[in-house]
């Protein structure tokens, strides 16, 4: 039995600038899985129309989105980055999957329930489409792990869905061809054209909580620019935010169990923990007992030395918006030599005339 060579495939939306969060959780991921595989890592500008059409900057989000991946050091040459609208397989192929997805399962999207709010109505078609057009993004390169985060579990679980009613309903199909593989999905032997694919999620990655509150996730969409830490800040701004960030005022405990409780304390823990690749026990081990007088400035040491380089990096790439379009539109024709080769298998499973 053969198996779908290994391919990682992940993308972000260009939408609100990036914060510590993304990175942690996973930019950094990214970097980290380019050793041994081969990665594609995707803008995609398509999803970003789907909760709102029009974008003041749209060009300035696609390419500040591929400068931190660059500044972050993922290899545009050895791996594909690229924006999704230069691949168009990526719509292609997202409308025949949605004529495989069933309306009850994109019923049961918790994403699409929270973004569509209240007036489910005025929703975009797009905005309840999404997670096919995710699929898509995945499939079209018949790629078998996806770095993402816990929000997206319900979307990769979809995605293997719509993956598994074409592979059957084409079978019989799809045999002929040559193309398809047999793995077992579960006990049951399948003749798949497209894998079963794997989340990534777990790993180093920690829940990065709002500086101003503990019991929230770090966002874009937080009015106060002091939750969070953004990849453009300078190591002005983000020494002020550490030192300005919200905690109790007791000592840090010597044990992971003493931060019970205490969400903001957790928080700064987690992210030194993060960003020095050790464990909260570690950080513990050497500041429990501490004051936030003494633990603040270290953590202002620490994040301006992992983020000041990015970021340094970032603006520079920033001003010169002719190479960061050049990376897109390397990677893009690559992609799309790819892209090309599913489609024309695809368009031929399926039977249209060429
Ligand atoms: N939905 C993802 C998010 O909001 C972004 C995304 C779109 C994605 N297509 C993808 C992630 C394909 C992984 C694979 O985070």
Known sequence: MSEFKPLVFSGVQPTGNLHLGNYLGAIRKFVALQEKNDCMYCVVDLHALTAQLVHEDMIGQIRSITAAFLAAGIDPKQHIVFNQSQVPQHAELAWIFNCVARIGWMNRMTQFKDKAGKDREQASLGLYAYPSLMAADILVYRATHVPVGEDQKQHLELTRDIAMKFNMDFMEKIRPTGLGIDITVGDEPVHAYFPMVEPLIDGPAPRVMSLKDGSKKMSKSDPSDLSRINLMDDSDAISKKIRKAKTDPDALPSEVDGLKGRPEADNLVGIFAALADKTKADVL????????????????????????????????????????????????????ARAEKTMTEVRDIIGFVR
Do not use: T, Y
């Not at 007992?289 to 603040?296: C, I, L, N």
């Open 285 to 336: 081990a050497e500041f429990g007992g501490q004051q936030f007088s003494v633990f603040k400035p270290a953590l202002v040491d620490l994040a301006v030395e992992v983020l000041a380089p990015i970021n340094a990096e970032m603006r520079r790439l920033m001003d010169d918006p002719g190479h960061i379009d050049a990376v897109l539109r390397d990677g893009g024709e690559r992609a799309r």
